[in-house]
């Protein structure tokens, strides 16, 4: 079972960046694929970047591209989502996410077996 805790968010106004973390424990990080997904008031949960397991391989949803970048740390159980020239639209609460397979990442809910609570990122203009 593998836990996971977002940090890094916040209240930031439109152009800034963020460096949104999430921390695992519970199992060998490195043997698990990680996603990045957002969930707007109202909306359904959106897929933003994947990466696996040992961070060879990335894959972004087309409205993030150029500005989103996600990365992995193993040494220490951490993946990460830069977020650059935020824009009021990216307001949402951020989840990280886990699939048991490090070569499986998907771009769906359904690919992945375990979630963090998520982090709130708000966007003022």
């Known amino acids: 079972q593998v836990q996971l805790v977002e940090s890094g968010g916040g209240l930031v106004q439109a152009g800034g960046s963020l460096r949104l973390s999430c921390a695992a424990s519970?199992?060998?990080?490195?043997?698990?694929?990680m996603g990045w997904f957002r969930q707007a008031p109202g909306a359904g949960r959106e897929f933003i970047a994947a990466?696996?397991?040992?961070?060879?391989?990335?894959y972004y949803a087309d409205s993030v591209k150029g500005r989103f970048t996600i990365s992995r740390d193993n040494a220490r159980n951490t993946v990460y989502l830069q977020i650059n020239s935020l824009k009021n639209e990216d307001t949402a609460v951020y989840y990280c996410?886990?699939?048991?397979?490090?070569?499986?990442?998907?771009?769906?809910?359904?690919?992945?077996?375990?979630w963090g609570q998520g982090t709130q990122v708000t966007v003022s203009s």
């Open positions: 996410a886990a699939v048991r397979n490090w070569a499986l990442v998907g771009r769906t809910v359904s690919d992945y077996d375990y």
């Open positions: 519970g199992g060998t990080f490195s043997n698990y694929g």
């Open positions: 990466i696996t397991g040992s961070g060879g391989v990335t």
